[in-house]
Structure formats: structure tokens, C-alpha cells
């Protein structure tokens, strides 16, 4: 199985607020990253949190780590058709070795 | 600041050949990570270079193979090819060591 965990697809009305949840495994992990992939195009970094951070907010996105049950969240507000794309979460330990979830695809509907 | 370059972005081969496939890195950086993304497996680290070395290996066999050169640009090659070589090939560069992993668009390879 992966050692990163994401429900495979998410569906949103357009202006709601997306959640896209995360399990990770390995409490040694430094950094968490969401990526979004829009269709033929490559991983786009969308935000990062460091592991001895709980919350991080940065205009639309806020992801929130929850270190003891290694769960890590990316809340979008006010999602907009532009959203629509599958969306990784990832964690790093000590190099540039990264894991990867299988990705949320996340639809908007107008 | 031009980002990860990956050519060409398109490839086409048939089972038993070789092929190469090159990344620009964002100026500066001297990390490269190369990773295999298929709809089965998902995003699958290869291998790292950095400053002309192979720092970190994934678990694929040694018909993948890479190289950095001084100027931090990366090729990949990948030997006597397989039809489940299919797969779109991204790079990544980033300024040292677990920091933030940039993207490039990939390489779209498929094997006839």
C-alpha cells in the first residue's frame, strides 16, 4: 500500500469550500506539500507546511497538520471552476525522496 | 526566473530501443529529481542528483540510468525499452536538500 493516503475524488459546487484530506505514515516526515496537476500539464506547488507547524494560510488555501494522527488537510474557499485538477499531497523526511499520495481529483461544478 | 525546462515534451518508441530525455533546472538550483508518474502507480521517485552526483536512488532497474552536468542540467536515459515504460516523466529541481521540489511539465513517453 502508500505510505501517503488521499480519497481519490472530491466534488464541489462552485464558491463552496473544498477539503482534501491526507494520511501520511512516517511521523519523521519534515515537510508536507500539496501539488496541483491540471490535465497534460506537470506538478504545480501550491503551499507547503513545516511538520512543528499546525496551520498554514495563505490567501484561498489553509492546510492544517494534525501531527498525532499524522492527518494533514487543504481547505479552498470560495472554489472556483479554475480549481478543477487532481490534487497531491506529499512528504519529504530528509531529502529530495518524496511520496506522493495517488492524488484527489477535485471537480467544480458551476 | 524561467522555470524547469523538460525536453522534448513528447516521445514516441517502439519496445527495445533507447531514448533520453533532458531538464533545465530553475537557475541556481543544483538539485534534479526525476520521477515516473503512471495512472497505476501513481508519482514514483527514480533517482536525485546533485552537483553532478547521484545522491539518492528509487527502486527501478538499471535500464534507468541518469547524469547531471556541471551547469546542473540533467538527462535520463532509459535502455532497451518496455511497453509498461509508458509513463509521463517529470523533473524537479530545488536549491538543496529538502527543500521545496519545483516541476516541470514532463515528458510524455509511450512505448509501441
Known amino acids: 500500500g502508500e505510505d501517503v493516503e488521499q480519497s481519490l475524488f472530491l466534488s464541489v459546487r462552485e464558491g463552496d469550500s473544498s477539503v482534501i484530506n491526507c494520511t501520511y505514515t512516517d511521523s519523521s516526515s519534515t515537510y508536507l506539500y500539496w501539488y496541483k496537476q491540471e490535465p497534460g500539464a506537470g506538478l504545480q506547488l501550491l503551499t507547503y507546511i513545516f511538520s512543528n507547524m499546525d496551520m498554514k494560510q495563505d490567501q484561498r488555501l489553509t492546510v492544517l497538520l494534525n501531527k498525532k494522527d499524522k492527518h494533514l488537510s487543504l481547505r479552498i474557499a470560495d472554489t472556483q471552476t479554475g480549481d478543477s485538477a487532481i490534487y497531491f499531497c506529499?512528504?519529504?523526511?530528509?531529502?529530495?525522496?518524496?511520496?506522493f499520495g495517488a492524488g484527489t481529483r477535485l471537480t467544480v461544478k458551476p | 526566473k524561467a522555470g524547469v525546462t523538460q525536453t522534448p515534451r513528447y516521445l514516441i518508441k517502439t519496445r527495445g530501443q533507447q531514448v533520453t530525455l533532458s531538464c533545465s533546472p530553475i537557475?541556481?538550483?543544483?538539485?534534479v529529481s526525476w520521477y515516473q508518474q503512471t495512472p497505476g502507480q501513481g508519482l514514483q521517485f527514480l533517482f536525485e542528483?546533485?552537483?553532478?552526483?547521484?545522491?539518492n536512488k528509487g527502486n527501478f532497474p538499471g535500464r534507468f540510468s541518469g547524469r547531471q552536468f556541471s551547469n546542473s542540467r540533467s538527462e535520463m536515459n532509459v535502455s532497451t525499452l518496455e511497453l509498461g515504460d509508458s509513463a509521463l516523466y517529470l523533473c524537479?529541481?530545488?536549491?538543496?536538500?529538502?527543500?521545496?521540489?519545483?516541476f516541470g511539465s514532463g515528458t510524455q513517453l509511450s512505448v509501441l
Open positions: 537557475s541556481g538550483h543544483r538539485s
Open positions: 542528483y546533485f552537483s553532478e552526483t547521484q545522491r
Open positions: 506529499a512528504e519529504s523526511i530528509v531529502t529530495n525522496d518524496m511520496r
Open positions: 524537479a529541481s530545488s536549491s538543496g536538500t529538502n527543500e521545496k521540489l519545483f
